[in-house]
């Protein structure tokens, strides 16, 4: 997943649990260019720790800050202070997981599960909204 801030996300998908995300990381940075423009730093996790998605990264233009797994041989450069950005992402994961229908899968067809997303992250975006016109 993508996002501009803890309550906007730009672009996901969805895998099987048994399966890893890594193979995510170049089409969902190709959908953000192709949304946002360009991208400058990507911050993921160690799961995107390969040499492939580091690749796909630089690439693309955008500087990878994803930390080296333990096991790495040939470490890359990782910013630990720019890792921090990456919370939001962490946020927006537990603000989606308050549905329940979405924390526990209740649609079985990736569309409709992907759907049920979407209006989660609709219900995320207005209640953002409507807390921003309180104040």
């Known amino acids: 997943m993508t996002a501009v801030d803890e309550d906007t996300p730009i672009a996901f998908d969805v895998v099987p649990g048994q399966s890893n995300d890594a193979p995510?990381?170049?089409?969902?940075?190709?959908?953000?260019?192709?949304?946002?423009?360009?991208?400058?730093?990507?911050v993921g996790d160690k799961g995107f720790d390969g040499?492939?998605?580091?690749v796909a990264c630089l690439d693309n233009g955008a500087v990878p800050n994803i930390p080296n797994r333990k096991n790495r041989t040939d470490p890359w450069p990782h910013d630990p202070e720019g890792y921090k950005d990456r919370n939001r992402i962490e946020r927006l994961f537990c603000k989606l997981k308050q549905f329940r229908r979405v924390a526990t899968r209740y649609e079985k067809l990736k569309v409709t599960f992907i759907g049920m997303i979407h209006v989660a992250f609709s219900f995320i975006r207005l209640r953002r909204i409507h807390r921003d016109r309180e104040r």
Do not use: A, F
Not at 32 to 38: A, E, H, K, Q, S
Not at 51 to 54: A, H, K, N, P
């Open 51 to 54: 040499d492939d998605q580091r």
């Open 24 to 42: 995510l990381l170049e089409p969902l940075l190709q959908q953000t260019i192709d949304l946002v423009g360009t991208v400058d730093i990507l």
